[in-house]
């Protein structure tokens, strides 16, 4: 455990979060999948960036990605609602389409760290 909350220390993982890689993976039997664990050092700082991704930390290359989807989800979303004047009603499969889009530009933006 000394060893394990010495390297998060070091790569910048809280230390609670190195107390629950240790314990996830004492429990496993330092095991991933059926084979034993090649590298715990590379596992923790997969683990990290799992855990910087939750929290809405996102690595350059991620945000990058979910910047260009959203961009798409946007421009998307401006086709349906130009592709209607003002007086029409919406198709239902438009409608539903519009509304996934919405709520998928509301979640990217909250991983953006943008305000919704």
């Known amino acids: 455990m000394d060893e394990v909350q010495l390297h998060a220390a070091k ?3 809280p230390i609670s979060q190195a107390e629950q890689f240790f ?3 004492e429990s496993k039997g330092w095991k991933v999948g059926k084979g034993p664990m090649k590298n715990w050092r590379m596992a923790m700082a997969g683990w990290k960036l799992r855990w910087e991704a ?3 930390k996102l690595g350059g290359a991620q945000m990058v990605i979910y910047n260009d989807e959203l961009r798409k989800v946007e421009a998307k ?3 349906i609602k130009d592709s209607y004047a003002e007086h029409q009603s919406w198709s239902e499969q438009d409608y539903q389409i519009y509304t996934k889009l919405k709520a998928r530009k509301v979640e990217l933006k909250r991983l953006l760290g943008m305000q919704v």
């Open 11 to 13: 790569i910048g993982l």
């Open 77 to 79: 979303m401006k086709s």
């Open 23 to 25: 314990c996830y993976y």
């Open 54 to 56: 939750a929290r809405g």
